[in-house]
C-alpha cells in the first residue's frame, strides 16, 4: 500500500510572476547602479575637498608655465573662487579617474562573457597611460605654442592683451582634456578590432574619409576657432590614426589565433 506524502503546491510560472522577477533583477541593477555611482561620485567629492586648499598654488604655477609675464585678471569678486572650485573638480577627476574606471567596470562586468571582460581589464591601463600622454603632450607641446601665438599677434597688432581668469584657465583646460580624450583612438579602434568590427585593411582603405572627418572635428574642437589651434588639433589625430591603423595590424595575428579552434 503507497502512502501519498502531501505536497506543497507548485507556483505556476505566470506571465505576471515572470514580469515581477524580471522587474525585481532590473530594480537590483539600479540599486547597484547607484551604489557604484554613489562611490565613484564621493571619490571625486573627497579628492576634490583635499586639493581645495592647494589652488592657489595650482594656479600660479599655470600662470607661470603656459602664460609667464601676462597678469590674469577677475572681474567679479566671486570669479577666483569658481577658479578654484572648477581646478579642485579637475584634479578630484583626474586623481580619481581609476576608481571612477573600477566601478564602471564592475557594474558591466556581470554582462560580459569571460573574453571580453579580460580585453577590457586589458585595455584599462594602456587607456589611462594614452590619456596621461595627451595631457602631457598638449601642456609641454601644444597649449604654449597656441598661447604663445596668440600673444604674439595681439602685440603685433600694437593691442595690450587683457586675459581674464576665468575663461583664460577654462581654454587651458578644455584644450587639455580635448587632447586626453583623442588620444583614446589608438585604443579604440584597437578595441573595436578586437571584436570584428574594424581591420587594418578597412582603416587603411578608409584614410581618405578619416582625415575629412579629423578636420571637420578639429574645426569643431577647437576652442578658440584659431586655425593654429585647429591645425595643433587635427596634425596629432591624424597621426594617431595612422599608429592605430599599425596597431590594429600588429595585433590581429593574435587575435586570430585566439579566435581560431585549438
Given at each position: 500500500?503507497?502512502?501519498?506524502?502531501?505536497?506543497?503546491?507548485?507556483?505556476?510560472?505566470?506571465p505576471?510572476?515572470?514580469?515581477?522577477?524580471?522587474?525585481?533583477?532590473?530594480?537590483?541593477?539600479?540599486?547597484?547602479?547607484?551604489?557604484?555611482?554613489?562611490?565613484?561620485?564621493?571619490?571625486?567629492?573627497?579628492?576634490?575637498?583635499?586639493?581645495?586648499?592647494?589652488?592657489?598654488?595650482?594656479?600660479?604655477?599655470?600662470?607661470?608655465?603656459?602664460?609667464?609675464?601676462?597678469?590674469?585678471?577677475?572681474?567679479?569678486?566671486?570669479?577666483?573662487?569658481?577658479v578654484?572650485?572648477?581646478?579642485?573638480?579637475?584634479?578630484?577627476?583626474?586623481a580619481?579617474?581609476?576608481?571612477?574606471?573600477?566601478?564602471?567596470?564592475?557594474?558591466?562586468?556581470?554582462?560580459?562573457?569571460?573574453?571580453?571582460?579580460?580585453?577590457?581589464?586589458?585595455?584599462?591601463i594602456?587607456?589611462l597611460?594614452?590619456?596621461?600622454?595627451?595631457?602631457?603632450?598638449?601642456?609641454?607641446?601644444v597649449?604654449?605654442?597656441?598661447?604663445?601665438?596668440?600673444?604674439?599677434?595681439?602685440?603685433?597688432?600694437?593691442?595690450?592683451?587683457?586675459?581674464?581668469?576665468?575663461p583664460?584657465?577654462?581654454?587651458?583646460?578644455i584644450?587639455?582634456?580635448?587632447?586626453?580624450?583623442?588620444?583614446?583612438l589608438p585604443i579604440?579602434?584597437?578595441?573595436?578590432a578586437?571584436?570584428?568590427?574594424?581591420?587594418?585593411?578597412?582603416?587603411?582603405?578608409k584614410?581618405?574619409?578619416?582625415?575629412?572627418?579629423?578636420?571637420?572635428?578639429?574645426?569643431?574642437?577647437?576652442p578658440?576657432?584659431?586655425?593654429?589651434?585647429?591645425?595643433?588639433l587635427?596634425?596629432?589625430?591624424?597621426?594617431?590614426?595612422?599608429?592605430?591603423?599599425?596597431?590594429?595590424?600588429?595585433?590581429?595575428?593574435r587575435?586570430?589565433s585566439?579566435?581560431?579552434?585549438?
Open positions: 500500500m503507497s502512502t501519498q506524502t502531501p505536497s506543497t503546491p507548485e507556483r505556476a510560472v505566470t505576471a510572476r515572470r514580469n515581477d522577477e524580471a522587474e525585481m533583477t532590473f530594480t537590483e541593477h539600479l540599486a547597484e547602479l547607484r551604489t557604484r555611482l554613489i562611490i565613484a561620485l564621493a571619490t571625486v567629492a573627497v579628492l576634490s575637498l583635499i586639493a581645495f586648499p592647494l589652488m592657489p598654488q595650482l594656479l600660479v604655477l599655470l600662470e607661470r608655465y603656459f602664460i609667464p609675464g601676462i597678469q590674469l585678471h577677475v572681474f567679479s569678486p566671486a570669479e577666483i573662487i569658481r578654484y572650485i572648477k581646478l579642485s573638480l579637475l584634479v578630484g577627476v583626474v580619481g579617474f581609476p576608481v571612477v574606471l573600477y566601478e564602471a567596470y564592475a557594474f558591466v562586468a556581470p554582462a560580459l562573457d569571460r573574453r571580453l571582460r579580460s580585453r577590457v581589464l586589458w585595455y584599462a594602456p587607456s597611460l594614452m590619456s596621461v600622454a595627451g595631457i602631457a603632450f598638449c601642456g609641454l607641446l597649449l604654449p605654442i597656441v598661447l604663445r601665438a596668440l600673444l604674439s599677434i595681439t602685440q603685433q597688432s600694437g593691442l595690450v592683451g587683457t586675459y581674464q581668469l576665468d583664460t584657465i577654462g581654454f587651458i583646460v584644450l587639455l582634456g580635448i587632447f586626453a580624450v583623442m588620444f583614446q579604440v579602434l584597437s578595441l573595436l578586437s571584436v570584428g568590427i574594424v581591420n587594418s585593411k578597412m582603416l587603411s582603405d584614410w581618405r574619409h578619416a582625415m575629412i572627418v579629423i578636420l571637420i572635428l578639429a574645426g569643431i574642437g577647437a578658440d576657432g584659431n586655425p593654429l589651434t585647429m591645425l595643433l587635427a596634425a596629432p589625430l591624424a597621426a594617431l590614426y595612422l599608429v592605430s591603423i599599425v596597431v590594429v595590424r600588429l595585433t590581429e595575428p587575435l586570430h585566439q579566435e581560431s579552434p585549438a
